[in-house]
């Protein structure tokens, strides 16, 4: 993708008839240029000129100091070939969050996921992912061999399965075309897979616990890519991390399928390679009894995005309509989905560390939500002992920085 975001804009008036939006005065049409500085969140008219970041000079001289100083590992998040090879040349240790759903998009693989949502069965549904498997495992091979050894942690399928469909009739027509259906069946799955709330609804682990077979293709596409590249002489530590995990009982059904799946793939490539499988606190649950979790878990990702969605009820696509006025009153300091509110998430946060660390004196702790790469979060993850950060690759040197300056600031 490669492309910066700036998100929470409320000011820009779209209009989809006209296929234009207005930002106070100025009107956008379809085809015009814009520039966007993601790091500024500034929206500029026209194309500006954009130059390749390098690590050059003086800058590459900073980093240098701050890879000296800093404790926390940096990785980034990344889900193609391209994203880990960005983040290599941003001085990236390893990806900390490669979302496969992404994948599931490209090119003709919507189709084979399609098919697969509206199988009626196991083993239709088993069908179409033997179409998606070979697509998978190449993806997996590209991201192992752009880190070059380095750590991948790989999130199994998160997102509830509507979000494959399309909501617009001509749209569902379309599909219905292409996988020789009656428009009624596609409508009808989309009414059944309609949630009211899919961001609480039937997504992440409880996916894999009701169709095991969605997650027993990823791990095998996982371990064959390693497997692969092993004979190639490279060495691949692939870390499995499965999703929205609340409960201990959850983590522990999920991690005997892929151990299952994975002695599968060893005797069948008559081949092994070194692997982990972990988890991603994001529920509350899960922060409260990271003891328990962490029985069955080598290591926790903490994805901080739903982790402070949950806990404070905010919505992070609508929460922009109040919190300008949240941080006027001083009710918060900042946008809790940029800097890591520390006395609520942050006490939930802490604790799993704590509890996590009695259980397992070694297990291994990162983040992975978008505040992977803001400076006071940072700062944060470095106190309460986190291995790492990730960050989306463009924010790679930004984290370096900031963690070696996180250790500077605890030795005052």
């Known amino acids: 993708m490669g492309k910066c975001c700036v998100a929470g804009v409320s000011d820009i008036q779209i209009d989809y008839k006209t296929r234009q939006f207005t930002a106070g005065k100025a009107v956008v049409k379809e085809g015009d240029f814009i520039s966007l500085d993601g790091s500024l969140g500034q ?167 009701t169709y095991p077979e969605i997650y027993a293709m990823q791990v095998r596409a996982i371990i064959e890519a390693a497997c692969n590249l092993k004979k190639k002489g490279m060495k691949i530590v692939p870390e499995i991390m499965i999703p929205l995990v609340g409960t201990k009982k959850e983590l522990e059904i999920l991690r005997d399928l892929s151990i299952e799946t994975i002695n599968k793939v060893f005797a069948e490539k008559g081949t092994k390679v070194e692997y982990m499988i972990g988890t991603m606190i994001e529920v509350p649950r899960a922060a409260l009894t990271a003891d328990r979790i962490a029985e069955v878990a080598e290591f926790f990702s903490f994805g901080t995005n739903d982790l402070t969605q949950m806990t404070l009820g905010f919505s992070r696509d609508d929460s922009g309509s109040f919190m300008g006025v949240y941080l006027d009153q001083g009710i918060y300091e900042k946008d809790v989905f940029q800097s890591i509110d520390e006395e609520g998430v942050g006490s939930l946060i802490q604790l799993a560390v704590e509890k996590g660390r009695k259980t397992k004196k070694d297990l291994k702790i990162g983040i992975c939500g978008e505040h992977g790469g803001d400076p006071s979060s940072i700062a944060f993850c470095n106190k309460v002992g986190m291995n790492y950060v990730s960050c989306s690759p463009y924010r790679v040197p930004i984290a370096r920085l900031a963690a070696a300056q996180a250790v500077l600031r605890q030795k005052k």
């Open 43 to 209: 929206v500029y008219l026209g194309k500006l000129n954009t130059i390749e970041s390098k690590l050059s000079g003086d800058f590459a001289t900073l980093m240098k100091w701050a890879d000296e100083t800093r404790k926390l590992k940096v990785r980034t998040n990344g889900d193609t070939p391209h994203d880990a090879e960005v983040a290599r040349r941003f001085g990236a240790e390893g990806i900390g969050l490669c979302r496969t759903e992404h994948m599931f998009f490209e090119g003709d693989r919507i189709i084979a996921v399609r098919e697969m949502i509206l199988a009626d069965d196991k083993a239709g549904r088993e069908k179409a992912l033997a179409k998606l498997l070979p697509m998978q495992r190449g993806d997996f091979e590209g991201i192992f061999e752009a880190m070059k050894g380095f750590p991948v942690t790989i999130r199994l399928l998160d997102p509830p399965l509507h979000e494959f469909l399309p909501q617009e009739a001509a749209n569902q027509q379309e599909m219905a075309d292409v996988m020789k259906v009656s428009v009624e069946v596609v409508k009808k799955k989309v009414e059944a897979l309609h949630e009211f709330n899919p961001m609480l609804g039937h997504r992440g682990c409880r996916l894999g616990i």
